[in-house]
């Protein structure tokens, strides 16, 4: 099992509406324009194929029973030397406007603006960021995969992580990839801790103290189809509780 650390150095902080930001969520777009395109994508709808990019994905899989995650982790802030992920991250909030208070329909104040849906949604909205410049990932890559294309599909298609990348948030500078199989358990899990938003089916469905969201687990993150009851991000929780998780045998290429 080879395990890569995937350094993004910004050039500016990145924006999200929620604080984990998973790997193979860039990651599954860019491999969506190599798949079908940049037409293809915008003819998707929200009820069409959710595995549309998947032939392009160079990510090993863990499985459990019915349920699948891609080896990858969500984002940390630094990769501490033994190998821990620091997770630490202190969120301000903009705001983004989408149209401005001096155009006619605004002006009239005749009905009132709907900003829940419609042509003016999230005419005022809280913009949640992040303070860093560098977001840290690791990834497994499938067997037959080159560890190189997982950096190539994001420098092609890629140029900014998270929300609102046209107002200059999240923009990738450089990357480094680093090797680091020797020093982590896996991808998905090590210090202790799940490294991603894991299916609860990964785990003891009952954990002291431990608690369950329900979360989108895999990409496309906008897919309903793609939620479960799930452990966030960075939860502890033991390793005798995901030890089948962790054999080497559920893990499989694409």
């Known amino acids: 099992m080879s395990v890569f650390c995937l350094e993004l150095d910004l050039a ?7 604080e984990y930001m998973h790997l ?32 392009e994905m160079p990510l090993a899989r863990y499985e459990s029973g019915d349920e699948w995650v891609w080896a990858c982790s969500a984002a940390a802030i630094a990769r501490e030397p033994d190998g ?14 989408s149209r401005f208070d001096d155009e006619p329909q ?5 009905t009132q603006v709907a900003t829940s849906s419609g ?4 005419y005022d909205a809280a913009l949640p ?16 995969a080159d560890p190189l294309r997982v950096p190539a599909l994001l420098e092609a298609h890629v140029p900014h992580i998270g929300k609102k990348g046209s107002q200059g948030y999240g923009m990738i500078r450089d990357m480094h990839l680093y090797d680091v199989s020797d020093t982590v358990e896996s991808a998905i899990y090590n210090d202790g801790r799940v490294l991603r938003s894991l299916p609860a089916s990964f785990a003891d469905r009952v954990i ?7 979360r989108t687990t895999k990409p496309p ?17 033991d390793r005798e509780r995901l030890a089948d998780l962790l054999e080497p045998a559920t893990v499989a290429a694409e």
């Open 84 to 97: 821990s992920m620091r997770t630490e991250q202190e969120w301000h909030t903009s705001r983004w406007r």
């Open 208 to 214: 002291a103290g431990v608690h369950m969201q329900r």
């Open 221 to 237: 993150y906008w897919h309903a189809h793609n939620q479960n009851m799930a452990f966030a991000p960075f939860t502890e929780i």
């Open 24 to 55: 193979d969520g860039p990651l599954s777009y860019a491999a969506g324009v190599e798949s079908i395109g940049h037409d293809g994508l915008d003819q998707l709808e929200d009820g069409g194929e959710p595995e549309y990019f998947a032939d």
């Open 106 to 110: 605004h002006q009239a104040k005749q």
């Open 129 to 144: 960021y992040v303070e860093t410049d560098t977001l840290v990932f690791l990834y497994e890559p499938a067997p037959d």
């Open 119 to 122: 042509p003016y949604k999230a």
């Open 12 to 18: 500016s902080p990145p924006a999200s509406s929620d």
